[in-house]
């Protein structure tokens, strides 16, 4: 299945496609600050975006919650990779993001190869997505 295409924000200001990452395999994941399993999984993300950073393109798109708020959680966590905002959940209302986290693995051709709810601790979910990720 063709991963919905959306346009985002990022934390930094720049506005990005899913389909600017045609060519690379991204790791798409909807989250949130409030969502206790989201939270413990983020270390999983900012350890593969360090080391994989050819490999694997990380796009953690925050449901719903305000600018603010995410600048906070970032900045206090010292996460460096892409995140993006989805203030009108408009990004997550073409996926089922009606559990979150929910994750998920885009191919290099836009294809939806992996899918999940839930998450456990950073460690065990690193290992399962370098797994999936074929790393």
Known sequence: MTAPDFEVTLLSGKTVKLSDYRGKRVLLNFWATW???????MPAFQ??????????????????????????FVQK????FPIALDENLEASN????????LTLIVDEEGDIVYS????????????HYKEELGL
């Open 77 to 80: 966590n010292g996460y460096t």
């Open 94 to 101: 073409l996926y089922p993001a009606t559990s979150i986290p």
């Open 35 to 41: 969502c206790g399993p989201c939270v413990q999984e």
């Open 47 to 72: 350890r593969l975006s360090e080391d994989y950073p050819d490999d694997v393109v990380i796009l953690a798109v925050n449901c719903g919650e305000s600018k603010e708020e995410v600048e906070n």
């Open 116 to 127: 999940s709810y839930g998450a456990s601790d950073a460690d065990a979910m690193y290992a």
